[in-house]
């Protein structure tokens, strides 16, 4: 019924183009509070995308989200389109890499997805595997049986027979020659040869073995060699990590936390919390980073793709990383 006070059939009446320009002009304005303040709108809320400063990670501002807002609405109707597209194009050609366009650089804004990174299940480390040389085990002499002892027949003694009475002795005659073998007398008990035990076969001669260095295989028995990262702040500080390490303005570690490396920073606008952050290298060798519930967050940085940490969850890290602690920027190296 208003609208069709406002506007005829034939033409639209002043008081019609006012109302619809008041009611533009009042959903932009609730929109601009809303991205100054909060860093997002309900469309970006919808796509998990959030506007905040570039130098702090914090919401633009009202006036800054009013001047963005007005070129986004200038570029649109005015142009027919033709100043959206510009400004995309400014965004894909943008020389940081970051996609940032004209209007984000006026208004000092950027666009980070502040959708929470999937957690990634690290597997436990397997243990260092061994190599057998197949060559070198064929080089080795094959373990001689130990011999078999042949089992000897066991001696037997034949009962001596009872000798008749002998007559008495006559003179011998001459003694024939003497046989090759004495013959077995009458009477005498038969004993079985002595068994010959049988001889062990003579060893294997010893495998011939080549010089020191030929057919060597060196197990690795220290497993994975650990990668050597390195940190930089662009307050200066730089070190190597070598155990858990804690940011902020005056960072604390918790009751029986063990502490290697305490990394104090002035922030000039306060958007560094006390404690703001840790890192440390995993077991595996890789450098993990974790927002301790920091007031402004911690936005990591990776080839012009900024993404939002989430607090409480590790977020691995690669060389050349960059993550943001309120108004300080951390640098990651890989040196090893």
Do not use: C, Y
Not at 74 to 90: D, E, N, R
Not at 131 to 141: K, S
Not at 269 to 286: I, Y
Request: no cysteine.
């Amino acid at each position: 019924m208003a609208w069709r006070l406002l506007i005829d059939r034939d033409h639209v009446g002043a008081a019609g183009v006012a109302v619809i320009l008041a009611v533009v002009l009042l959903v932009g304005l609730g929109f601009s509070v809303l991205l100054g303040l909060r860093g997002t709108s309900p469309g970006k809320a919808a796509l998990g995308l959030r506007v905040v400063s570039d130098a702090t990670g914090t919401p633009i501002g009202v006036p800054a989200a009013l001047l963005r807002q007005l070129v986004l609405g200038i570029s649109t109707l005015p142009t027919f389109g033709l100043g959206v597209a510009t400004l995309a194009w400014t965004a894909v050609m943008d020389p940081g890499r970051q996609r940032r366009g004209w209007h984000d650089h006026l208004t000092h804004g950027i666009v980070v997805d502040v959708r929470p990174i999937p957690e990634l299940v690290e597997e436990a480390p397997s243990g260092p595997r061994h190599i057998v040389n197949l060559t070198a085990m064929r080089l080795v002499p094959a373990p001689q049986a130990a011999p078999v002892p042949t089992p000897s027949r066991p001696r037997t003694r034949t009962p001596q027979p009872q000798q008749p009475p002998q007559p008495p002795p006559v003179p011998p005659a001459a003694p024939p020659a003497a046989p090759a073998a004495r013959k077995l007398q009458i009477g005498e008990p038969l004993v079985a040869p002595p068994s010959i035990p049988p001889t062990a076969p003579p060893p294997l001669p010893p495998a011939a073995t080549g010089p020191p260095t030929a057919e060597r295989t060196v197990i690795r028995t220290d497993g994975k060699v650990l990668a050597r990262w390195r940190v930089s702040f662009d307050s200066g500080e730089s070190f190597l990590v070598e155990g858990l390490a804690l940011v902020g303005r005056r960072p604390e570690p918790r009751p029986g936390e063990p502490v290697r490396h305490l990394v104090p920073l002035r922030s000039s606008d306060m958007s560094l919390s006390k404690t703001h952050a840790q890192f440390q290298v995993a077991a595996d060798g890789v450098l993990v980073v974790m927002d301790r519930g920091s007031t402004n967050g911690s936005i990591l940085l990776r080839q012009g793709v900024t993404r939002e940490l989430a607090a409480g969850k590790p977020t691995t890290l690669v060389d050349g990383d960059r993550v943001r602690f309120g108004d300080r920027t951390m640098t990651v190296a890989r040196e090893a």
